[in-house]
C-alpha cells in the first residue's frame, strides 16, 4: 500500500480562500503566474482537447474595466448609491492579480460538452489550489459581470466561451477565517454493500 503524503493532505485539509476583497499586494510575479497556469492545467481533459483557457488583466486594464462595470452596472441600475458604484469602479483592483478561467467547450465526438465544463471547473480549482500552494491568498468569483453579454468582449471571452471564474490572487489583509462546512453524513453515502 502506497504511503498517504501527509505535507498534502494537511495542505489540502486546511485550505481556504481569502475574499478578495480583504486582499492587496504584493502578489505573484509573471513566472510564478505561468507556473501556477500549468499547474492549473493538469486536469482531466479527456480527448486532449483543452477545452479551456486562462485570460490575465493587466493592472491598468482592470482600471479601464473597472469604469466599463461602473458604467454597465449604472445603465442596469441607475439609482445605485455610492458605496456600490465603488465597488463596480474597484471590483478588479482589489488584488495584484486577476485572471479569467475560460470554459471554452468544442465539438468532439466522444467528449460531451459537459464533460468539457467540468475539465473548466477543475482547471479553475486547480488554479486556485496553485496559487495556494505558492504561499498566496486566493479567492474563486464569477459575480454578475462573468454572465453580462456587453462585457464579454472587453473582458477578453471568444464565441462559444463562457467565464467560468475569476481568480483573484494576492496578500491578505486579514486572519483567515474558516466557514462552516458541511457535515460529511449530508452529503457522503454508499449504495450497495
Known amino acids: 500500500m502506497q504511503q498517504p503524503n501527509s505535507e498534502v493532505i ?6 481556504r480562500s481569502v475574499p478578495a476583497k480583504t486582499m492587496s499586494g ?27 483557457r486562462f485570460q490575465r488583466y493587466s493592472p491598468d486594464y482592470c482600471a479601464k474595466l473597472g469604469e466599463l ?18 465597488i463596480e469602479r474597484t471590483r478588479f483592483t482589489r488584488t495584484p492579480v486577476v485572471i479569467a478561467v475560460m ?7 466522444k467528449v460531451p460538452e459537459w464533460e468539457q465544463v467540468l475539465s473548466a471547473g477543475a482547471a479553475a480549482m486547480n488554479l486556485l489550489i496553485a496559487a495556494n500552494a505558492h504561499g498566496w491568498d486566493a479567492q474563486w468569483l464569477t459575480e454578475w459581470i462573468a454572465f453580462d453579454e456587453k462585457l464579454a468582449e ?19 489583509t486579514m486572519p483567515k477565517t474558516e466557514r462552516d462546512r458541511p457535515a460529511i453524513d449530508d452529503i457522503y453515502s454508499t449504495l450497495g454493500d
Open 10 to 15: 494537511g495542505f489540502m485539509a486546511n485550505r
Open 26 to 52: 504584493p502578489g505573484p510575479d509573471e513566472s510564478s503566474i505561468r507556473t501556477m497556469i500549468e499547474i492549473a492545467t493538469r486536469v482531466p481533459d479527456h480527448g486532449k482537447i483543452a477545452p479551456w
Open 69 to 86: 462595470f461602473l458604467q454597465r452596472a449604472l445603465e442596469l441600475t441607475p439609482d445605485l448609491n455610492e458605496d456600490l458604484q465603488e
Open 103 to 109: 470554459s471554452a467547450p468544442q465539438d468532439h465526438p
Open 154 to 172: 472587453p473582458l477578453g471571452v471568444r464565441s462559444g466561451e463562457k467565464i467560468a471564474g475569476f481568480i483573484y490572487v494576492g496578500t491578505r
